[in-house]
């Protein structure tokens, strides 16, 4: 049986549930310009595209050359469409609005253009992370974004991998389209995701173990303890340093990817951004049966102050989530 396309699924969406058709429009234009990202990132050296841009993004990080050209596709490919009324970027310190020149519509969209970049030049998996909030405010400023993740009518990642994949959720479940290289299309090649509510595999950094809050310390410490431990089973563990691919390895077999705040900077409540990071990978986790907490708090309620601030994140399968916090409680 042939498979769906994403444009067929997104049809039978919204003949089903009702989506509104330019929200399904904004999500295959999104899913245009992955594709032009996906066809970037695989030139590799042989594009050109590789290295430093010698610039820095509103973070201080130094930016890729891929960071800012695949921040640039998706300003291109949805700038025009009359599907939003502003774009927010982790490479862009404010929001742009749509152009006079092109009709504006009801959607904010948000996005991590390239994240994991620091697998960029190793040729390991990285991707792109988008979200979608209503847009109540006609100007395109900080202030229309601040809304809780619960507020997202949409939201999803793309991961450039041995295959280009791209996973998404407008509220009703967590759906897997594959791209298929010889037509140029998406294909569904999972519905309905769902993560086991329990698991033995933990993704964090090890390395910034001896910075860590003593209930992280105490929950990785009872992982490595194994069947001998509190645990009373053995854990395996897994970190690419991209979030994308962790996040969606979890997606696959379930597992828990821990971001936790550290004592390296204390008055930054973590790494990761809550608007185009977390809040996203919040609603796809939850959507598919996961949790995602900032250690205590869940993650889709926290009401943001800023476009750029950081949260910790502890996200994944249900019970191992709920473990962590209980331990942080
Ligand atoms: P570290 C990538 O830069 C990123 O934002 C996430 O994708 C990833 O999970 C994390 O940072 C990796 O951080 O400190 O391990 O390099």
Redesign the pocket.
């Known amino acids: 049986m042939a498979r769906l396309s994403l444009t067929h699924f997104l049809i039978r969406c919204e003949r089903t549930s009702g989506m509104d058709a330019n929200l399904r429009l904004l999500l295959e234009t999104v899913a245009r310009a992955v594709k032009t990202i996906s066809h970037a990132v695989g030139h590799g050296a042989l594009g050109g595209v590789l290295g430093s841009a010698q610039t820095s993004n509103v973070q201080g ?1 130094t930016q890729k050359k891929l960071d800012i050209i695949a921040n640039q596709m998706l300003i291109e490919a949805n700038e025009w469409g009359g599907t939003l009324a502003a774009m927010a970027s982790e490479e862009m310190d404010q929001p742009v609005g749509i152009p006079v020149a092109y009709p504006r519509g009801d959607y904010l969209l948000l996005f ?1 253009p390239l ?5 960029i030049d190793v040729n390991v998996s990285i ?1 792109t992370i988008f979200s979608v909030l209503r847009a109540h405010d006609p100007k395109a400023e900080e202030a229309a974004f601040l809304q809780p993740g619960t507020s997202q009518v949409a939201a999803g990642y793309a991961v450039y991998g041995p295959q280009t994949q791209f996973v998404i959720t407008v509220g009703q479940g967590v759906h897997e389209f594959t791209l298929d290289k010889d037509t140029g299309s998406f294909l569904l090649t999972r519905e309905n995701l769902r993560i086991p509510a329990q698991t033995q595999e933990f993704a964090i ?1 090890m ?2 173990m001896r910075h860590w809050e003593a209930p992280v310390r105490r929950y990785i410490d009872e992982c490595l303890a194994g069947a001998d431990g509190p645990r009373g089973k053995d854990f395996n563990m897994r ?8 996040v969606h390895r979890i997606m696959q077999r379930g597992g828990i ?1 821990l ?1 936790p705040r550290d004592r390296r900077e204390p008055g930054k409540p973590g ?3 809550l608007m185009y ?1 977390a809040n996203p990978m919040a609603l796809l986790i939850e959507q598919a049966g996961g949790a995602a907490s900032n250690g205590t708090q869940r993650i889709l309620d926290i009401q943001p102050t800023s476009l750029h601030q950081r949260v910790a994140v502890v996200l994944g399968s249900r019970e191992e989530v709920e473990y962590v916090a209980r331990l942080s409680a």
């Open positions: 990080e991590d994240d994991g970049s620091s697998n991707g950094n390395s910034n970190w690419v340093a991209s979030m994308v691919s962790d990817f971001y790494k990761l951004r990071e």
